[in-house]
């Protein structure tokens, strides 16, 4: 029979992506590690990884088992704070995933906070503008930006938001402010890679230069590079400065863009996951 140390350590192993690293971040050895994942696979039958000589990745069924053991865990460290003498305080580590310019705009001006009511908790930014898996991944929640797909993952609104287009004065005084949608035809644009459809068909901008990163796309507009397309949010400050002003109010046709945070379905009773949704959406109340 497999022990709770032994799912522990299934866990790191997949966290840290590897039996070394799973080994040092948990103070034992190796060989120690490989034993429990060996003895963990031998209860199971069935393999978790694939490994290699410099990593292991996890098989389908070494991701499905994954996905149920951290809620497990989850469980129980939440059990143990109940009954425990924790003062009340969460322990052990987070990991989410958000857009750079949430990151850097909401949730680390305010971390402050969340360091002084939960300071038993770590955590993990992955700050990225793409799409991330957060089961493949392993990220405990997610902040998304747009309309939610149907899905497995449990979700809830942390603000109301809106795309709009937007530009530099400097851009505008240099190249006219267009004043009907079929002028924009004749702009250029600056375009995060996978946002270079803006529904507006035949009318929409040229596009002459693409970036990675929202924040950098956001410097560019500011830069009088082109025309850009933001969530408002975003560059709330940039318009309220006057180094970004909002081109054609409303004509983009999908412009609602919510912001909202997302888990898998096993951490519904987390409350890791619990502490870190509130705290965020308190980030953003006083734009709600």
Not at 22 to 33: D, E, F, I, K
Not at 69 to 74: D, E, F, P, Y
Request: proline residues 5%.
């Amino acid at each position: 029979m497999y022990s709770i140390q032994d799912l522990q350590t299934f866990c790191q192993i997949a966290e840290r992506g590897g039996v070394t690293a799973a080994a040092q971040a948990q103070g034992l050895s190796p060989a120690t590690v490989s034993h429990r994942l060996n003895k963990l696979e031998g209860f199971l039958g069935v393999t978790l990884f694939h490994r290699s000589s410099r990593s292991v990745a996890l098989t389908v069924e070494g991701g499905a088992f994954l996905e149920r053991v951290r809620g497990i865990l989850a469980d129980l460290a939440d059990a143990e704070m109940d009954i425990g003498g924790h003062g009340g305080k969460l322990r052990g580590h987070l990991r989410v995933t958000m857009a750079p310019w949430i990151l850097s705009r909401f949730i680390l001006p305010n971390f402050h906070r969340l360091q002084t009511a939960e300071p038993n908790l770590t955590y993990d930014f992955l700050a990225v503008d793409r799409f991330v898996n957060i089961v493949e991944e392993r990220q405990d929640c997610a902040i998304r930006v747009g309309a939610l797909p149907d899905s497995s993952f449990l979700s809830a609104k942390l603000a109301d938001n809106r795309r709009i287009l937007c530009a530099a004065p400097a851009y505008l005084d240099r190249v006219g402010l267009p004043e009907m949608p079929d002028a924009l035809a004749a702009h250029c644009c600056v375009c995060l890679p996978w946002q270079t459809d803006w529904g507006l068909g035949d009318r929409m901008p040229r596009i002459q230069l693409t970036v990675s990163n929202s924040d950098t796309l956001t410097d560019a507009a500011a830069q009088g590079l082109g025309i850009v397309m933001k969530s408002e949010l975003a560059v709330r400050a940039e318009l309220k400065s006057g180094r970004l002003v909002e081109i054609l109010p409303g004509v983009l046709p999908k412009a609602a863009a919510p912001i909202s945070s997302i888990r898998p379905a096993a951490l519904k009773t987390s409350r890791k996951v619990d502490a870190f949704v509130r705290f965020a959406r308190g980030c953003f109340e006083d734009v709600s």
